[in-house]
């Protein structure tokens, strides 16, 4: 800066220097300082510029530096056919400007490059896939071919807006663990059922009354008729009214099976089995149809949840069936139908017997409890007895046991064909239990010539 500058520099940054106002003749404080920039500016053809700045002259104003941009991620492995980096765009910009480059790692004989990602042709805008689908399980049938009809149910059953309440699902499934057994349950619709359109006439209740060690677990299974348009109805209503009965009395039934008293728990369950089919048959009446129009197989289990207690109570009314699997065979042990001579004699309490007198002289009748004025005469036509008798077993599981009860619909196919018995057996031959999901199509294996609905409940004994 020339002598002459540094004395004006120094009066314009004194403090006894008055300001001056704007004039006419541009003598203002900006001037000044304009003017001393252009004195003290080096003269350079063009000022220096850092590597990042472009090389054409910057927009007026402020010169604002980035941010540092954030940390790229690891590059993908190199591949051969991988492209050389671009050049620079600024050429006047020196190679030293730039920051070096990393050194690259020395390879060892046992390092191996993991391939890279697909390579896929030019326009392809299908969304790539990480892993391979997984396949999913179909229904398997039994045989060389396999049945008719589809293996997945098509056609749904007719619904009226007024009835919603009576449609049924095709399948149902259920299970839970209690004590020293696995419970597994499941009811789906046949095979010509699906076809055709008509609901499942099966009926599958679970139900856990009580709690802890008193606990007692029902499961019951109906079957309604073929050729009723109500079957399904008819066997809803038989599970849900044995299993008001069952609930009502489950403290004392439950007592009976964990002290075994088997008397007591077949003339019990006889009577509430009858009072189940004594509604059914009103029921009918109520519809103004024949009782054997509305009315059901009924097949049920009892089971305690008190882990010290191996008892399972059989009991019902109607055709299906009860196996046991054991060290590794299939036992059919159905109750047997006693022959019908031996039906004959003192008729069973519940069963077509005189009503009981209370203490106050009031006569139950048949007619679920319901009691007429003291000191009416009883009058009631004999009952007509179920068209098959009152079945009733109990049993002392093992350890290793499997107990099967199964609809009619499930039970022909477990007889009437050695091979599902075979693959039943082979599968449910691992220590654990099989999940809902596995049970469920362990059920539904096919059979050729056996089309109608399956329910089937199992019980695993640890």
């Not at 050695?418 to 096919?446: C, H, I, K, M, S």
Request: with cysteine.
């Amino acid at each position: 800066m020339t002598q002459q500058g540094d004395n004006w520099w120094d009066k314009l940054y004194d403090g006894t220097a008055p300001d001056t106002a704007p004039d006419a003749t541009g003598d203002t404080l900006d001037d000044r300082f304009d003017s001393a920039s252009e004195a003290t500016r080096p003269e350079t053809p063009q000022p220096p510029r850092a590597p990042w700045e472009p090389l054409d002259d910057p927009p007026p104003g402020p010169r604002a530096f980035p941010a540092p941009p954030a940390t790229p991620p690891p590059p993908p492995a190199e591949r051969a056919d991988d492209a050389p980096p671009p050049p620079p765009e600024n050429p006047a910009v020196p190679e030293a400007a730039a920051p070096p480059a990393p050194p690259e790692p020395a390879a060892r004989a046992d390092d191996t490059v993991p391939p890279g990602p697909e390579r896929r042709p030019e326009g392809d805008t299908a969304p790539a896939t990480a892993h391979p689908p997984v396949p999913r399980p179909r229904t398997a049938h039994i045989g060389t071919r396999p049945p008719t009809y589809e293996p997945e149910p098509t056609a749904l059953p007719a619904a009226r807006p007024d009835d919603l309440l009576d449609l049924v699902a095709d399948t149902v499934l259920d299970g839970a663990r209690y004590g020293s057994y696995t419970l597994r349950a499941a009811s789906l619709r046949g095979d010509s059922a699906r076809y055709r359109g008509d609901p499942r006439r099966d009926a599958l209740l679970t139900a856990r009354f009580g709690r802890d060690e008193a606990a007692l677990v029902l499961v019951a299974v109906a079957g309604g008729a073929r050729t009723a348009d109500a079957g399904h109805l008819a066997a809803a209503d038989a599970c849900r009214w044995i299993g008001e009965a069952v609930g009502r009395s489950h403290a004392r039934l439950s007592e009976d099976i964990r002290a075994g008293r088997r008397g007591d728990l077949k003339s019990g369950l006889h009577r509430l089995t009858d009072r189940t089919f004594g509604r059914l048959r009103a029921r009918a009446a109520e519809l103004g149809v024949e009782p054997g129009e509305y009315t059901a197989s009924l097949r049920c289990l009892l089971l305690s949840a008190d882990p010290d207690c191996r008892t399972r109570v059989f009991f019902g009314i109607g055709r299906g069936g009860l196996f046991r699997l054991r060290d590794g065979a299939w036992q059919d042990i159905e109750p047997l139908i006693p022959e019908a001579a031996a039906l004959s004699g003192a008729p069973v309490v519940g069963f077509g017997s005189p009503p009981a007198e209370t203490e106050e002289g009031d006569r139950h009748t048949m007619r679920l409890g319901v009691t007429g004025p003291p000191g009416a005469p009883f009058v009631e036509e004999p009952l007509p007895p179920p068209a098959e008798p009152f079945r009733f077993r109990a049993s002392v599981a093992r350890p290793g046991d499997t107990l099967l009860l199964a609809s009619n619909g499930f039970a022909e196919p477990m007889r009437g064909e050695a091979a599902l018995a075979r693959e039943l057996a082979e599968r449910w031959a691992a220590p654990e239990p099989p999940g809902l999901a596995t049970f469920l199509a362990d059920v539904q294996l096919r059979v050729t010539g056996y089309a109608d609905d399956r329910t089937g409940v199992a019980v695993w004994e640890a």
